[in-house]
């Protein structure tokens, strides 16, 4: 089974900057992406890249956050600069690989925005 082992996450103020990493077990090819969720809310993607580089953002992070990938290390990031306070959520990472219809879950970190 693929297991994922996010870090990064923590506290800034408005404007400025953190990034995330994830590791995933084993040699998989698949999508990867970021999903967040605020409490109260639905869980949405942030960003995704697929295992040729190309890559999606939600509109509301666009221009802000950068998704990237190494494939040599199976590890997927998120630059995330000019943070907002509606940033604030647990931020997920997600693998699917292309072989199976199921996807993988990390454990989820924090990530907090104060104004």
């Known amino acids: 089974q693929v297991r994922l082992v996010e870090s990064g996450g923590g506290l800034v103020q408005a404007g400025g900057s953190l990034s995330l990493s994830c590791a995933a077990s084993g040699s998989i090819s698949s999508i990867m992406g970021w999903y967040r969720q605020a409490p109260g809310k639905q869980r949405e993607l942030v960003a995704r890249i697929t295992s040729t580089g190309s890559t999606t953002y939600a509109d509301s992070v666009k221009g802000r956050f950068t998704i990237s990938r190494d494939n040599a290390k199976n590890t997927v990031y998120l630059q995330m600069n000019s943070l907002q306070p509606e940033d604030t959520a647990v931020y997920y990472c997600?693998?699917?690989?292309?072989?199976?219809?199921?996807?993988?879950w990390g454990q989820g970190t924090q990530v907090t925005v104060s104004s």
């Open positions: 997600n693998v699917r690989p292309y072989v199976i219809s199921i996807g993988y």
